[in-house]
């Protein structure tokens, strides 16, 4: 008794090939670790004077050495825009309205340079990502 062989084995079909996925959308590049600096230092500045608000606002004693230095390094950011409008409150519990501008200048400052920093450093004929 002979085994028989097929004439031809059969051939296996080939393996599909992973899809890869194409991006449509082209991401202008723009120096990243810039923007990352000028966002750090606009969110420290932002930080301070929040905390110099929020102390302000419930009271805190100025007589602390951590409350003191929060209060000195922001007041310079805050004087600026000390007066535009009037504080209100008592004497231990101040709404201060110069930090809540001063918060909002320093945002939209920031915001502007990290633009200004996209479109310098991206590359000419591309459009810069927006955020």
């Known amino acids: 008794m002979a085994i028989q062989q097929p004439d ?5 079909a080939p393996a599909p090939t992973p899809a ?10 723009y120096n990243f670790r810039a923007t990352a ?3 750090f230092i606009v969110g420290i500045v932002d930080i301070l004077i929040a905390a110099r ?3 302000k606002l419930l009271g805190a004693s100025s007589a602390s ?18 007066g535009i409008f009037g504080d209100t409150g008592n004497k231990t519990n101040t709404f201060e309205t110069a930090s809540l501008v001063a918060l909002v200048v320093y945002a939209v400052i920031g915001w502007g340079i990290v633009v200004l920093i996209r479109i310098i450093t991206a590359p000419k004929g591309t459009k810069p990502a927006s955020s």
Do not use: H, K, M
């Open 8 to 12: 031809s084995a059969p051939v296996p």
């Open 20 to 29: 890869q996925y194409v991006s449509t959308r082209e991401e202008g590049s």
């Open 37 to 39: 600096v000028v966002g």
């Open 53 to 55: 608000f929020l102390g």
């Open 65 to 82: 050495a951590f409350v003191n230095a929060i209060y000195q390094v922001s007041g310079v950011l805050v004087a600026p825009f000390t």
